[in-house]
T-cell receptor, first 117, second 116 residues
Framework: EAQVTQNPRYLITVTGKKLTVTCSQN?????MSWYRQDPGLGLRQIYY???????DKGDVPEGYKVSRKEKRNFPLILESPSPNQTSLYFC????????????????FGNGTRLTVT | AQSVTQLGSHVSVSEGALVLLRCNYS??????LFWYVQYPNQGLQLLLK??????LVKGINGFEAEFKKSETSFHLTKPSAHMSDAAEYFC??????????????FGSGTQLTVLP
């Protein structure tokens, strides 16, 4: 089954304790992206990757890191989490490259609800 | 600047009534437009997309949307709401090759409540 898998689904941590949220897709998509969803703000892009070893900042990258060493994986790293990073996080992937990539839809994971105390 | 705006963060309708969720975009080039739905505790799913083949686009679960270039709009409609339609709906826009490499920009979302 084609899917984007995020882990964990729920995570409670304390300020300053490094954490990683994993994301994996089995559709051979070039493009992957992380979003955070907050009430009233919709989805805001954190980082995205057009392909292996190619990453770029989205709208709200501060406090986050990503890496893309393999095509299928795109982990989100919080080196020193703070309470303002409490949010619902989504990983997504899609085809990229070529004219038709612009009308290909994003495939989303089920989300990771992070609480930082 | 290229952007997408959803008017109304919350919309309530009675079961069986018309659903209308509004989306407007700002762009100097013809965009590709999408509607996504998010059910509670789930990720977003694609409802429908406009890619310039036809201005009236039909999606899943009886939803449709019409692209109106003169109004820069892509409103989502459904003739008769069901309780199962209660969810959050996101409009998203992608700008062809001259646009952003980020691929998609999302609106702020509209929470649809269906009243019995």
């Amino acid at each position: 089954e084609a899917q984007v898998t995020q882990n964990p689904r729920y995570l409670i941590t304390v300020t300053g304790k490094k954490l990683t949220v994993t994301c994996s897709q089995n559709m051979n998509h070039e493009y992957m992206s992380w979003y955070r969803q907050d009430p009233g703000l919709g989805l805001r892009q954190i980082y995205y990757s057009m392909n292996v070893e190619v990453t770029d900042k989205g709208d709200v990258p501060e406090g986050y890191k990503v890496s893309r060493k393999e095509k299928r994986n795109f982990p989100l790293i919080l080196e020193s989490p703070s309470p303002n990073q409490t949010s619902l996080y989504f990983c997504a992937s899609k085809i990229a490259g070529g004219t038709f990539s612009y009308n290909s839809p994003l495939h989303f994971g089920n989300g990771t609800r992070l609480t930082v105390t | 600047a290229q952007s997408v705006t959803q008017l109304g963060s919350h919309v309530s309708v009675s079961e069986g009534a018309l659903v209308l969720l509004r989306c407007n975009y700002s762009s100097s080039v013809p965009p590709y437009l999408f509607w996504y739905v998010q059910y509670p505790n789930q990720g977003l799913q694609l409802l429908l997309k406009y890619t310039s083949a036809a201005t009236l686009v039909k999606g899943i679960n009886g939803f449709e949307a019409e692209f109106k270039k003169s109004e820069t709009s892509f409103h989502l409609t459904k003739p008769s709401a069901h309780m199962s339609d209660a969810a959050e709906y996101f409009c998203a826009v992608s700008f062809p090759p001259s646009g952003s490499a980020r691929q998609l920009t999302f609106g702020s979302g509209t929470q649809l409540t269906v009243l019995p």
